[in-house]
T-cell receptor, first 110, second 112 residues
Framework: DAGITQSPRHKVTETGTPVTLRCHQTENHRYMYWYRQDPGHGLRLIHYSYGVKDTDKGEVSDGYSVSRSKTEDFLLTLESATSSQTSVYFC?????????FGPGTRLTVL | SQQGEEDPQALSIQEGENATMNCSYKTSINNLQWYRQNSGRGLVHLILIRSNEREKHSGRLRVTLDTSKKSSSLLITASRAADTASYFCATDAMNRDDKIIFGKGTRLHILP
Protein backbone atom coordinates (compact mmCIF):
# COMPACT_ATOMS: atom_id res chain seq x y z
CA ASP A 1 0.00 0.00 0.00
CA ALA A 2 3.10 2.23 -0.22
CA GLY A 3 2.50 3.41 3.34
CA ILE A 4 -0.26 5.90 2.53
CA THR A 5 -2.85 6.79 5.11
CA GLN A 6 -5.69 9.26 4.98
CA SER A 7 -7.49 10.89 7.87
CA PRO A 8 -10.24 11.08 8.67
CA ARG A 9 -11.73 8.15 6.76
CA HIS A 10 -15.24 9.47 7.13
CA LYS A 11 -16.52 12.94 7.91
CA VAL A 12 -19.90 14.63 7.99
CA THR A 13 -19.90 18.39 8.15
CA GLU A 14 -22.19 21.32 7.53
CA THR A 15 -22.18 23.82 4.70
CA GLY A 16 -19.89 26.74 5.35
CA THR A 17 -17.53 25.00 7.76
CA PRO A 18 -13.82 24.54 7.03
CA VAL A 19 -12.56 21.00 6.54
CA THR A 20 -9.02 19.66 6.32
CA LEU A 21 -8.15 16.23 5.03
CA ARG A 22 -4.73 14.77 5.66
CA CYS A 23 -2.65 12.44 3.54
CA HIS A 24 0.42 10.89 5.11
CA GLN A 25 3.11 8.79 3.45
CA THR A 26 6.02 6.99 5.05
CA GLU A 27 8.38 6.56 2.08
CA ASN A 28 9.46 10.13 1.19
CA HIS A 29 8.02 10.17 -2.30
CA ARG A 30 8.26 13.51 -4.05
CA TYR A 31 4.90 13.59 -5.82
CA MET A 32 1.56 13.59 -4.02
CA TYR A 33 -1.94 14.05 -5.43
CA TRP A 34 -5.48 14.75 -4.32
CA TYR A 35 -8.39 13.44 -6.40
CA ARG A 36 -12.11 13.40 -5.88
CA GLN A 37 -14.32 10.62 -7.17
CA ASP A 38 -17.97 11.10 -8.03
CA PRO A 39 -20.44 8.89 -9.90
CA GLY A 40 -20.33 9.65 -13.61
CA HIS A 41 -17.12 11.68 -13.34
CA GLY A 42 -14.49 9.14 -12.48
CA LEU A 43 -11.43 10.55 -10.72
CA ARG A 44 -10.72 14.25 -11.08
CA LEU A 45 -7.46 15.85 -10.06
CA ILE A 46 -7.84 18.64 -7.50
CA HIS A 47 -4.27 19.64 -6.67
CA TYR A 48 -0.91 17.97 -6.67
CA SER A 49 2.53 18.55 -5.22
CA TYR A 50 5.96 17.98 -6.70
CA GLY A 51 7.90 18.81 -3.56
CA VAL A 52 7.78 20.57 -0.22
CA LYS A 53 5.96 23.87 -0.72
CA ASP A 54 5.60 23.12 -4.46
CA THR A 55 2.01 22.61 -5.56
CA ASP A 56 -0.07 23.08 -8.67
CA LYS A 57 -3.72 23.08 -9.62
CA GLY A 58 -5.55 20.22 -11.20
CA GLU A 59 -8.84 20.05 -13.09
CA VAL A 60 -11.20 21.00 -10.27
CA SER A 61 -9.23 23.19 -7.86
CA ASP A 62 -11.84 25.88 -7.17
CA GLY A 63 -12.90 25.83 -3.52
CA TYR A 64 -9.86 23.82 -2.45
CA SER A 65 -6.42 24.71 -1.19
CA VAL A 66 -3.46 22.51 -0.31
CA SER A 67 -0.30 22.71 1.72
CA ARG A 68 2.82 20.63 1.94
CA SER A 69 5.16 21.81 4.66
CA LYS A 70 6.99 18.48 4.92
CA THR A 71 7.53 15.59 2.55
CA GLU A 72 5.30 13.12 4.33
CA ASP A 73 2.13 15.20 4.66
CA PHE A 74 -0.14 16.72 2.03
CA LEU A 75 -3.16 18.57 3.36
CA LEU A 76 -6.34 19.37 1.45
CA THR A 77 -8.50 22.18 2.83
CA LEU A 78 -12.02 23.13 1.95
CA GLU A 79 -12.18 26.70 3.22
CA SER A 80 -15.98 26.79 3.31
CA ALA A 81 -17.52 23.43 2.48
CA THR A 82 -20.42 23.24 0.05
CA SER A 83 -22.78 20.38 -0.74
CA SER A 84 -21.15 20.01 -4.17
CA GLN A 85 -17.97 18.97 -2.38
CA THR A 86 -19.64 15.85 -1.02
CA SER A 87 -17.44 13.15 -2.50
CA VAL A 88 -14.87 10.48 -1.89
CA TYR A 89 -11.38 11.95 -1.76
CA PHE A 90 -8.33 9.91 -2.67
CA CYS A 91 -4.75 10.79 -2.02
CA UNK A 92 -2.03 9.23 -4.15
CA UNK A 93 1.74 9.20 -4.36
CA UNK A 94 3.77 8.61 -7.47
CA UNK A 95 6.62 6.14 -7.53
CA UNK A 96 8.36 4.63 -10.54
CA UNK A 97 5.76 6.08 -12.92
CA UNK A 98 2.93 4.41 -11.00
CA UNK A 99 0.48 5.96 -8.64
CA UNK A 100 -0.36 4.32 -5.34
CA PHE A 101 -3.59 5.31 -3.69
CA GLY A 102 -4.70 5.75 -0.13
CA PRO A 103 -7.89 4.17 1.19
CA GLY A 104 -10.01 7.28 0.59
CA THR A 105 -11.99 9.72 2.73
CA ARG A 106 -15.75 9.86 2.40
CA LEU A 107 -16.87 13.45 3.00
CA THR A 108 -20.51 14.43 3.32
CA VAL A 109 -21.46 18.11 3.41
CA LEU A 110 -24.99 18.69 4.67
CA SER B 1 -12.09 18.58 -18.96
CA GLN B 2 -10.73 15.10 -18.49
CA GLN B 3 -7.88 13.99 -20.67
CA GLY B 4 -8.94 10.37 -21.01
CA GLU B 5 -12.34 9.02 -21.93
CA GLU B 6 -13.08 5.32 -21.60
CA ASP B 7 -15.51 3.43 -23.77
CA PRO B 8 -17.84 1.72 -23.11
CA GLN B 9 -19.06 3.15 -19.81
CA ALA B 10 -20.26 -0.29 -18.76
CA LEU B 11 -19.67 -3.80 -20.04
CA SER B 12 -21.15 -7.15 -19.02
CA ILE B 13 -19.71 -10.40 -20.37
CA GLN B 14 -19.79 -14.09 -19.54
CA GLU B 15 -16.98 -15.58 -17.52
CA GLY B 16 -14.33 -16.93 -19.84
CA GLU B 17 -14.94 -14.37 -22.58
CA ASN B 18 -12.54 -11.58 -23.45
CA ALA B 19 -13.23 -8.00 -22.39
CA THR B 20 -12.05 -4.99 -24.36
CA MET B 21 -12.10 -1.42 -23.12
CA ASN B 22 -10.96 1.65 -24.97
CA CYS B 23 -9.50 4.97 -23.93
CA SER B 24 -9.20 8.12 -26.00
CA TYR B 25 -7.20 11.16 -24.96
CA LYS B 26 -6.72 14.68 -26.24
CA THR B 27 -3.11 15.82 -26.04
CA SER B 28 0.28 14.25 -26.64
CA ILE B 29 1.48 12.06 -23.81
CA ASN B 30 4.60 10.44 -22.42
CA ASN B 31 2.86 7.46 -20.82
CA LEU B 32 -0.58 5.92 -20.55
CA GLN B 33 -1.57 3.72 -17.65
CA TRP B 34 -4.48 1.48 -16.78
CA TYR B 35 -5.83 1.05 -13.26
CA ARG B 36 -8.45 -1.17 -11.67
CA GLN B 37 -10.77 -0.22 -8.83
CA ASN B 38 -12.78 -2.73 -6.88
CA SER B 39 -15.96 -1.43 -5.30
CA GLY B 40 -15.25 0.81 -2.32
CA ARG B 41 -11.48 0.58 -2.68
CA GLY B 42 -8.66 2.69 -4.03
CA LEU B 43 -7.20 2.26 -7.50
CA VAL B 44 -4.57 -0.34 -8.25
CA HIS B 45 -2.03 0.04 -11.04
CA LEU B 46 -2.24 -2.59 -13.79
CA ILE B 47 0.09 -1.64 -16.60
CA LEU B 48 1.97 1.29 -18.13
CA ILE B 49 2.68 1.79 -21.82
CA ARG B 50 5.07 4.44 -23.07
CA SER B 51 4.37 6.66 -26.05
CA ASN B 52 7.02 4.87 -28.13
CA GLU B 53 5.47 1.45 -27.48
CA ARG B 54 2.59 -0.03 -29.45
CA GLU B 55 1.68 -3.08 -27.41
CA LYS B 56 2.39 -4.49 -24.00
CA HIS B 57 1.40 -7.67 -22.19
CA SER B 58 1.09 -8.57 -18.55
CA GLY B 59 -0.44 -11.94 -17.73
CA ARG B 60 -3.98 -11.91 -19.11
CA LEU B 61 -3.78 -8.20 -19.91
CA ARG B 62 -2.88 -6.78 -23.28
CA VAL B 63 -2.63 -3.04 -23.86
CA THR B 64 -2.26 -1.31 -27.20
CA LEU B 65 -1.47 2.31 -27.90
CA ASP B 66 -2.07 4.24 -31.11
CA THR B 67 -0.61 7.70 -30.69
CA SER B 68 -1.77 8.80 -34.15
CA LYS B 69 -5.37 8.21 -33.06
CA LYS B 70 -4.71 9.18 -29.45
CA SER B 71 -6.28 5.98 -28.24
CA SER B 72 -5.50 2.88 -26.21
CA SER B 73 -7.24 -0.39 -25.56
CA LEU B 74 -7.14 -2.82 -22.67
CA LEU B 75 -7.93 -6.45 -23.38
CA ILE B 76 -8.55 -8.89 -20.56
CA THR B 77 -8.50 -12.46 -21.83
CA ALA B 78 -10.35 -15.42 -20.31
CA SER B 79 -12.22 -13.21 -17.86
CA ARG B 80 -12.92 -14.32 -14.29
CA ALA B 81 -15.45 -13.24 -11.70
CA ALA B 82 -12.62 -11.50 -9.84
CA ASP B 83 -12.12 -9.18 -12.82
CA THR B 84 -15.41 -7.46 -11.99
CA ALA B 85 -14.31 -3.89 -11.26
CA SER B 86 -14.02 -0.44 -12.77
CA TYR B 87 -11.11 0.20 -15.10
CA PHE B 88 -9.55 3.60 -15.67
CA CYS B 89 -6.97 4.94 -18.06
CA ALA B 90 -4.64 7.68 -16.89
CA THR B 91 -2.43 9.95 -18.94
CA ASP B 92 0.21 12.54 -18.34
CA ALA B 93 0.96 15.43 -20.66
CA MET B 94 3.98 15.66 -22.91
CA ASN B 95 5.16 18.90 -21.31
CA ARG B 96 4.02 18.08 -17.78
CA ASP B 97 4.51 14.45 -16.98
CA ASP B 98 3.88 14.89 -13.25
CA LYS B 99 0.23 15.82 -13.81
CA ILE B 100 -1.76 12.59 -14.06
CA ILE B 101 -5.34 12.78 -15.31
CA PHE B 102 -7.85 9.94 -15.19
CA GLY B 103 -10.82 9.15 -17.37
CA LYS B 104 -14.31 8.34 -16.16
CA GLY B 105 -13.78 4.60 -16.25
CA THR B 106 -15.45 1.49 -17.62
CA ARG B 107 -17.49 -0.67 -15.24
CA LEU B 108 -16.87 -4.31 -16.08
CA HIS B 109 -19.20 -7.01 -14.78
CA ILE B 110 -18.32 -10.66 -15.30
CA LEU B 111 -21.39 -12.89 -15.31
CA PRO B 112 -21.05 -16.43 -13.89
Amino acid sequence: DAGITQSPRHKVTETGTPVTLRCHQTENHRYMYWYRQDPGHGLRLIHYSYGVKDTDKGEVSDGYSVSRSKTEDFLLTLESATSSQTSVYFCAIRAYNEQFFGPGTRLTVL
Amino acid sequence: SQQGEEDPQALSIQEGENATMNCSYKTSINNLQWYRQNSGRGLVHLILIRSNEREKHSGRLRVTLDTSKKSSSLLITASRAADTASYFCATDAMNRDDKIIFGKGTRLHILP
